[in-house]
């Protein structure tokens, strides 16, 4: 679809739009959530897409193991399963010992991040040279609690990067393609033409539909706004343009080779105000 993104407006278009698909791959913070609050209807929309049979696979980028993700979901009394549903290839990043046989260093976001992680990770990478650099995603910020962006992952990721002088040799989360990896595991045999991507952003949710040929719907409850996705400019996102020019010299001065994260021209085929509005179906 080239002409997107159409705006999902009213029951007749949930409805019409829910049909086309069996399975719904579903970014969480964003779209379910916002910090710890859940975004109106969402478990009511989530219960009714199981009641008629879709498939709903969880998909997120956020550093907690699964057990983790599923502690937030009872938290926020949303249902979900940690055997088939949450999909998470992060891993804990607590109790590394300093051993000179570490095999990877594991960049996640970190709260607690400070000079001494860094020097343990640079240590590893630089002295083993088995040791991979795995990152989980280079997003430069995310959404919290807040009203404004908050530092993500990427941003300690260039912090390695920097030190190290070369990038990660994989990186995880969405777009890329070991998260795909993940969900065939779960999937098996399926068509892509039967699966959305629900997300809130343009540079990983929507990105990654887009790299695996599935149709894709933008939230607006999350770090995207109607006015970033309608003028293609990305008012949100591009307040880390700072970040992102930065990341750009280091692209072609010191690390050549390294994605470029910057969402650029992406546009979802669909959007609509709130993943909550599909409960409405319900009440038919
Ligand atoms: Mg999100």
New binding site residues.
């Given amino acids: 679809m080239s002409k997107g993104p159409i705006k999902l407006c009213n029951i007749k278009d949930y409805d019409k739009f829910i049909d086309k698909f069996d399975t719904f791959l579903l970014?969480?913070?964003?779209?379910l959530w916002r910090g710890d609050h859940v975004i109106p209807g969402v478990q009511k929309a989530l219960s009714y897409m199981r009641k008629i049979g879709k498939k709903i696979l969880f998909v997120t980028n956020a550093s907690k193991s699964r057990t983790g993700c599923l502690e937030k979901f009872k938290k926020l009394n949303i249902e979900a399963y940690e055997d088939n549903n949450t999909q998470d290839p992060t891993f804990d990043l607590e109790n590394i010992a300093p051993d000179p046989e570490i095999g990877a260093v594991i960049c996640a976001n970190d709260k607690n991040f400070n000079y001494q992680k860094l020097s343990k990770a640079l240590c590893y990478l630089s002295r083993n040279p088995d040791c991979i650099f795995i990152a989980t995603t280079l997003e430069a910020n995310?959404q919290g609690n807040c009203d404004y962006p908050v530092p993500a992952s990427g941003t300690i990721a260039v912090s390695i990067l920097m030190a190290l002088g070369r990038k990660p040799d994989i990186i995880i989360g969405k777009p890329n393609k070991p998260m795909m990896d993940c969900i065939i595991q779960n999937l098996q045999l399926f068509d892509a033409k039967r699966i959305c991507m629900i997300?809130?952003?343009l540079d990983t949710?929507v990105q990654f539909g887009i790299n695996n040929g599935f149709t894709t719907l933008l939230t607006l409850t999350?770090?995207t706004t109607e006015n970033d996705l309608l003028v293609n400019n990305i008012s949100v996102q591009s307040k880390s343009r700072k970040f992102r020019k930065l990341f750009a010299a280091l692209q072609s001065n010191l690390i050549k080779s390294i994605p470029n994260p910057s969402p650029t021209s992406i546009i979802p085929d669909y959007y609509i105000s709130s993943f909550g509005e599909f409960s409405k179906l319900d009440s038919q």
Avoid: A, E
């Fill in positions: 970014d969480c913070d964003g779209v995310s997300g809130d952003r949710d999350g770090i």
